[in-house]
């Protein structure tokens, strides 16, 4: 048996949208077995390279491992951690000093894939990620149309893109819709730096502002990839590598039983 298909045989335990203990509101609890652990700003601000990499490397299901490997890579391809120190071994880099006012955004994203078992939902309920996401605002359902991914690259793209609105509570629009309206924007913003200076024929002005757009136009793009593309990613490796670490932790004591 493969490890897909192993982790299509696990999926079948059973998902669901968990009621959260509010008694510590940063340390809240969803009602389910096994739990996920929640974290504190200075936990998550603690973290280093070395921690977030053994989180992986503990693992011995190939297909987590493989999951989390390209969930990293869009981390590390998001500049998110735009200082090149925090990839080091040596003197290793806390978060809380390459992305300090962005903790408070990766806690309130783990809070909510505490609430589901997201690996459990995309192996063994793809019906049920579906019906979820036919519930997107009509607009972005006819642009836009959701499919279940087949691989890993596939899963992780629906991960980032659609965390909102598999999870609860849900939202109507998507991380890529927001992107795409993002582009769409620039485009018009930069057709009418062109046209309305040349309709007026202001020559000079045209060529000030339309040679300050690409810089602009990269800027507002890395920006968004970095603080949304990327975060969204390393809250998905974070609560993934929390859930797969539970289900290799339940597994061991059925692995020594069937030793000879």
Request: proline content about 6%.
């Amino acid at each position: 048996m493969t490890e897909l298909e192993r982790g299509r045989t696990a999926g079948q335990a059973g998902i669901g949208n968990y009621q959260l203990d509010s008694s510590d509101p940063e340390l809240e609890q969803p009602n389910y077995l096994p739990p996920k652990p929640g974290y504190l700003k200075s936990e998550l601000g603690e973290l280093t390279f070395r921690d977030l990499q053994a989180r992986r490397d503990r693992l011995d299901n190939q297909f987590a491992r493989d999951l989390l490997g390209k969930l990293w890579k869009q981390v590390e391809d998001s500049g998110l951690l735009k200082d090149q120190s925090f990839f080091q071994n040596r003197n290793p880099v806390r978060l809380s000093e390459v992305m300090e006012s962005n903790i408070p955004r990766l806690q309130d994203l783990l809070k909510r894939l505490r609430g589901e078992h997201l690996g459990v939902l995309l192996l063994g309920h793809e019906e049920e990620v579906l019906t979820r996401l036919n519930a997107l605002h009509p607009l972005q359902r006819m642009l836009m149309p959701a499919r279940m991914p087949v691989d890993n690259t596939g899963r992780v793209r629906l991960l980032i893109d659609y965390a909102e609105n598999i999870t609860a509570p849900f939202h109507r629009t998507s991380h890529a819709f927001r992107r795409a309206g993002l582009i769409t924007l620039l485009v018009c913003v930069s057709l009418a730096m062109i046209l309305i200076p040349v309709l007026v024929g202001d020559d000079f002005h045209f060529s000030t502002v339309f040679s300050q757009f690409p810089t602009w136009y990269i800027l507002s793009i890395t920006a968004f990839r970095r603080n949304h593309t990327g975060l969204r990613a390393l809250a998905l490796y974070i609560s993934l590598s929390d859930e797969f670490a539970c289900d290799d932790h339940d597994a061991e004591p059925q692995a020594e039983d069937s030793l000879p």
